[in-house]
């Protein structure tokens, strides 16, 4: 039997594909975003280079063509952008005046999906163990060029208090407040705790190693909220691999998210959902200004047509100029956001392609186990949206469509391990000579 041989990535390659991964997550280094912005992330578009060269060494057209074909899935989210946002500027071009940062998102939102695309096609079911490492690296050469600031005592004695107090962030760890990339651990620690192989030691201990660095980092990154969503999305998967149809609780799952969005809408626009949260004692930490000041703005209809992406910025920025804010803040509701700027057909588009149309492609494509991984990553991200900033996060993004994607490739390779396929001639020829030889080193013998 001829099984087909594996084309690894050249390690020069490789290494030039890291690089471009670790330089561009440096760019969320505080010092480096205030000063250039996301310019530094263009640096990730070095994997096109990478799979060139790539494709020069191994010229593999099955491999090429089966990365290329992710591109028209993630592709119809760009086109409900681009389109959604031309319509209503052109029907109504007072709030064209964003169309530059609107054009700057799509931008990134694009380059996401050909990191992807061309990471998995470099490494395949590999491809997260290199952005994790990578991703680590840079977090962890941030740490160090924060640390000469606060000394090393003091920085570690900062990361110490931190993790025992949960949270409690002073001096160093609250430079480390990079957003971005700490909320792509909590999908690193989701999909090594409950997705990554173990079948061998060396499979086993990047997993081990996935789940401490991922936790590790979390904590260091002040993100508290994410550890419950994480760990909710941890017993949600071990209850979906326990139930008899597993598909259809997955895509129960997404249709309910989908539906909720919805009642989420209204009770943010009512004041239920403040008046709620601050009955429990939350602190709102200002949410609940935010949140109401876009009711004037806005209508919660379904012919609601919306102000184009990036319209909300132009709120804030507005708000903050009139002096209703002491700082251009975000609105921590990307639910509400994404409803204002993309309109009701916008707003539902966006959540039926991400929770309907995309995990029922990975189970029908792919299979359950893939499906799963991404409601997982999803669902955790879903938390994040509803109080935070994070659907269009650069990193966060490249992994809810990386992770699965790389996933997918220990899918294939599964199922076509062991396929027979006949051996060209030059393989017969090699063999017959094999076999002639060991005959004639016998006789010998």
């Not at 039997?1 to 471009?20: N, R, S």
């Not at 539906?259 to 429990?280: D, H, N």
């Not at 992406?309 to 509701?333: C, K, Q, S």
């Not at 959540?351 to 792919?366: E, F, L, Q, T």
């Amino acid at each position: 039997m001829i099984l087909e041989k594996k084309k690894e990535c050249p390690l020069f390659i490789a290494f030039l594909a890291v690089a471009c991964t670790v330089l561009a997550a440096l760019g969320d280094w505080k010092v480096l975003n205030n000063a250039y912005g996301g310019l530094p992330k263009v640096i990730a578009l070095g994997t096109i280079v990478c799979a060139f060269l790539h494709f020069l060494v191994v010229a593999d057209f099955a491999k090429l063509k089966r990365a290329v074909g992710f591109f028209p899935m993630y592709l119809l989210l760009i086109a409900v952008y681009v389109l959604i946002s031309m319509y209503i500027w052109v029907t109504d071009f007072s709030q064209a005046s964003s169309i530059s940062r609107a054009g700057q998102k799509i931008l990134f939102q694009t380059i996401t999906i050909i990191y992807a695309v061309f990471m998995c096609y470099l490494f395949e079911e590999k491809a997260v163990d290199h952005l994790f490492f990578s991703i680590c690296a840079a977090n962890a050469a941030i740490m160090l060029l924060e640390m000469p600031k606060y000394g090393v005592v003091e920085s570690v004695a900062s990361i110490v208090k931190c993790i025992v107090t949960f949270g409690s962030a002073e001096g160093f760890v609250r430079a480390l407040e990079i957003h971005d990339i700490t909320f792509l651990f909590g999908q690193f620690f989701i999909y090594y705790m409950m997705f990554a192989p173990k079948d061998t030691k060396a499979e086993k201990r990047v997993k081990y190693c996935g789940v401490i660095l991922s936790l590790f980092f979390l904590l260091v990154g002040l993100k508290r909220s994410t550890l419950p969503a994480v760990l909710l999305v941890c017993i949600y998967v071990k209850l979906l691999r326990l139930a008899r149809k597993t598909q259809k609780f997955i895509l129960v799952t997404g249709i309910s998210l989908f539906l909720f969005f919805y009642l989420y809408l209204y009770l943010t626009r009512s004041g239920i959902l403040v008046a709620f949260l601050e009955s429990l004692g939350i602190d709102m930490m200002g949410r609940d200004l935010l949140w109401r000041l876009p009711n004037d703005y806005y209508q919660l209809s379904p012919v609601w047509k919306g102000l184009g992406f990036e319209g909300v910025t132009d709120l804030v920025n507005m708000w903050y100029r009139e002096g209703l804010i002491n700082r251009a803040y975000p609105l921590h509701n990307d639910i509400l956001k994404i409803f204002i700027e993309l309109g009701a057909l916008g707003f539902t588009l966006w959540a039926g392609i991400n929770y309907i149309v995309y995990p029922r492609y990975w189970i029908k494509k792919h299979n359950t186990e893939t499906g799963l991984l991404y409601m997982a990553i999803l669902a955790y991200m879903t938390v994040t949206y509803l109080t935070d900033n994070t659907a269009f996060y650069f990193w966060c993004s490249i992994g809810l469509k990386l992770i699965p994607m790389s996933f997918s490739y220990r899918v294939l390779k599964s199922e076509t391990q062991g396929k027979w396929r006949p051996p060209t001639p030059e393989e017969s020829a090699d063999e017959i000579w094999a076999i002639e030889m060991e005959g004639r080193t016998k006789n010998a013998v």
